[in-house]
Each structure stands twice: as structure tokens, then as C-alpha cells.
């Protein structure tokens, strides 16, 4: 005779969880949705009005900031940080371990971070090396890999991504003067990347 299966947790109140998808966190913002087979680990921290799609992962000590989406099968492990208006495409996956072996096991502290800025995309497919950061509105595209920091509003390809040119915040590319042809913001260089002139 098996055992009685322990009653489901409670979602935090405001929070959608599909009747198939499991939160285990008590830290999730009010307004987001957790989706059939996603499962969301004790200690992630998920913001408000986020977006965990089917089969997505959120593991222990990851972190999502507001209006995250998380698309189908895409998995978030622990260090990894995403800022508000994250979007990660379907099947992006994210590594935290530079040297992993089976037999030698490590604690959290071990691990290396990732940080996604705000507003930031990363296409289908897109893999990050731990270590990296991911710079406001800069995009990854479909399938890229990505080895080292991202600068901001860069538009990356390839494996390993490089730089193929800009995009504004709005998702579109950027000409040589900079300005967005969809929305017309402007932006400058500042570093290694670029800032918009409306900030």
C-alpha cells in the first residue's frame, strides 16, 4: 500500500499555478503565472506579474525581477539573476558551473553568477555560460551562445555570439546614426555599449 501524497502548498496569494505546474516558493509576486509542468523551487524569488511557461525550471536561488517571462522549457539554476522585463525565449538555458563533474559536489557559494539586465532578450535556444552579464535591452539571438559579457542594446549571434550591430529598446535594429527607426529614440555610446538618449 503506498503512502498518502502530501496536499500541494498553497500558492502566495495573488499567484496563478496551473493545476499541473508546481511553485514551491513562498517568494513569488503577486500577478504572475506558473504553467502546466513548470516548476518553480523553495528559495527562487520570482517577481510580480511574471510569466513561468510550461516546462520551465526555476531552481533554489535563482532570482526574477517583475514582468519576467519565462518561455517553454527554459531553465533558470541557481545564481543566475534576471532584472525586470526579462525575456527569455523558449528552451534558453542557463549553465552555473564552469568545471562540473558528477563526483565532486559543490555548495551553492561554489557556483558562478549570471546577471540578465533590464529589459534584455534571449532568443530560443540561447545559452549562457555562467560568469557572464547580459546588458540592458541587449539581444541574444535564436540559438546563440553566449561565452562572455553582453554589452547594452548590443545585438549578438552566433556560437560564440559576437556583436552584429545594435537595438533600441524596442526590439528594433539600429542604423549607423543610432536612432530608432521604429520609435525614433536616439542613443549614444557609452563603454562598450550604448545608452538611449531618452534615459
Request: charged share 20%.
Amino acid at each position: 500500500m503506498s503512502a498518502p501524497s502530501t496536499p500541494a502548498q498553497a500558492p502566495p496569494v495573488g499567484v496563478r499555478v496551473h493545476p499541473q505546474g508546481l511553485c514551491e516558493s513562498t517568494e513569488v509576486g503577486a500577478g504572475t503565472r506558473v504553467w502546466a509542468f513548470a516548476h518553480v523551487l523553495p528559495g527562487a524569488r520570482i517577481g510580480a506579474d511574471c510569466n513561468v511557461c510550461d516546462c520551465a525550471f526555476v531552481e533554489t536561488g535563482a532570482t526574477l525581477g517583475d514582468r519576467v517571462t519565462v518561455k517553454n522549457g527554459t531553465l533558470v539554476f541557481t545564481g543566475v539573476t534576471c532584472e525586470d522585463d526579462v525575456f527569455l525565449g523558449p528552451n534558453v538555458l542557463f549553465t552555473n558551473d564552469l568545471r562540473p563533474r558528477a563526483h565532486v559536489k559543490k555548495g551553492p557559494e561554489a557556483l558562478v553568477p549570471t546577471l540578465v539586465r533590464r529589459g534584455a532578450t534571449l532568443g530560443a535556444g540561447t545559452v549562457v555560460v555562467c560568469g557572464s552579464e547580459i546588458g540592458e535591452h541587449a539581444f541574444a539571438a535564436a540559438g546563440s551562445v553566449v561565452t562572455r559579457s553582453v554589452p547594452a542594446h548590443a545585438f549578438v549571434a552566433g556560437n560564440p555570439a559576437r556583436v552584429k550591430g545594435w537595438v533600441c529598446a524596442c526590439g528594433a535594429r539600429l542604423g549607423a546614426d543610432l536612432r530608432c527607426p521604429e520609435c525614433g529614440t536616439g542613443h549614444r555610446h557609452e563603454g562598450d555599449g550604448l545608452v538611449s538618449l531618452s534615459d
